[in-house]
């Protein structure tokens, strides 16, 4: 891209999307988007609603207005969907996305939606991409399964350029020749996207694959991949979706998937607060230990280049590098004195007694 854009100003940083009062893209927590794929009731959205809280889901998501490719398939429950998904959402205390598939109904999803999505068949809808960016909401630009990583780009441009800024990418897979799955998931191409721009990433594994078999593999791969979330479609009765139902999962599903993910639980719940938290020293340890066997393997290395152990200077650097990168979350304090205390262990695997140190 020759021209000065928006979309590409301050890449490698991170620009956060906030929507509503609870779910931020772009901080070191993916944003979890769960729900059906269609509202097809006001019961079959709040049990999903309900099941997508109590799993932990940040944000819950269902069409109302659907790009259906045949006309004459349900095609959603417009407006009446709409009130359905906004109730459900506000029963559970979570903001709600949805998608608009015409420029003229962008102000009345913009008051029912937390965020506004434009799904990958209008990815070039240019009339649509400046009333959606004049909305005043968040958008979510899904990647059309035919445009490049740049024309995806130009596409999030049309909104910035109306003056929002608050924009999520989202990749659902693109048509390649494969028809195992329904699309292919370009997880590089999402990558990609994510080193040029400083928006949010994220990734819909359901659409991209079709199979719902497939859809928590590559909901573990795109959060693997540093992406800044995922967008998963879940139902109460999975095979009775009115649409896309071979790549719904269940609300048990989606539940284990949670865990699997090891994401801070989203409740009040002092027992669930607790059980996030235990899993995270889990992991916590688990990456300890992991480092911990690779400072034994440095110290080899360092033994047989005649190197001392102590290297003062890389540790200093590794302190300063790492003291202001709390997220807000750690004081700078706070940081170096677990990490002094890491470096001190990892001196001790190497071999090294504490009484040569000095600094
Ligand atoms: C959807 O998320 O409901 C949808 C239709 O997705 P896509 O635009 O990616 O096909
Ligand atoms: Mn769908």
Same mark, same amino acid.
């Given at each position: 891209m020759a021209e000065e854009l928006l979309v590409t100003a301050g890449a490698g940083q991170t620009r956060q999307v906030v929507v509503g009062s609870f779910a931020r893209f772009g901080t070191a927590t993916p944003v979890v988007i769960a729900g059906?794929?269609?509202?097809?009731s006001d019961r079959q959205i709040h049990q999903a609603a309900e099941g997508v809280a109590a799993a932990g889901g940040h944000m819950l998501r269902g069409g109302a207005f659907k790009p259906r490719?045949?006309?004459?398939?349900f095609q959603g429950l417009g407006a009446e969907g709409l009130r359905h998904l906004r109730a459900a959402g506000a029963a559970v205390g979570l903001p709600v996305v949805t998608e608009v598939l015409d420029a003229q109904d962008v102000g009345l999803v913009a008051e029912h939606a937390d965020m506004l999505q434009i799904g990958a068949r209008s990815m070039q809808n240019f009339g649509l991409l400046r009333a959606a960016g004049r909305s005043g909401r968040p958008i979510l630009l899904k990647r059309a399964a035919g445009a490049t990583v740049d024309e995806w780009l130009h596409a999030a441009e049309y909104i910035l350029a109306e003056g929002n800024d608050q924009v999520v990418l989202c990749e659902r897979g693109i048509r390649s020749?494969? #028809?195992?799955?329904?699309?292919?998931?370009d997880l590089a191409g999402a990558v990609a996207a994510r080193q040029r721009t400083s928006l949010p990433v994220i990734a819909d594994p359901s659409h991209a694959t079709g199979r719902r078999e497939l859809v928590v593999p590559m909901a573990c791969a795109a959060v693997a991949s540093g992406l800044d979330g995922i967008i998963v479609e879940v139902h109460p009765d999975p095979d009775r979706s009115v649409s896309d139902a071979a790549q719904t999962i269940s609300i048990e599903a989606f539940a284990a998937l949670m865990r699997r993910l090891?994401?801070?639980?989203?409740?009040?719940d002092l027992a669930g607060l607790r059980d996030a938290v235990d899993d995270l020293d889990e992991e916590i340890l688990r990456l300890l230990a992991q480092r911990m066997a690779l400072s034994a393997h440095i110290g080899d290395a360092k033994r047989s280049c005649g190197l #001392?152990?102590?290297?003062p200077g890389r540790e200093r650097a590794i302190l300063e590098r790492l003291?202001?990168?709390?997220?807000?979350?750690?004081r700078p304090a706070a940081v170096t004195a677990i990490w002094t205390a890491i470096l001190s262990e990892s001196r001790a695997r190497q071999g090294h007694a504490p009484a040569q140190e000095t600094r």
């Open positions: 059906p794929c269609s509202v097809e490719t045949s006309p004459y398939a020749f494969e #028809p195992h799955t329904r699309a292919t998931l090891h994401l801070p639980a989203r409740t009040s #001392p152990v102590f290297q003291a202001d990168r709390g997220q807000g979350h750690l």
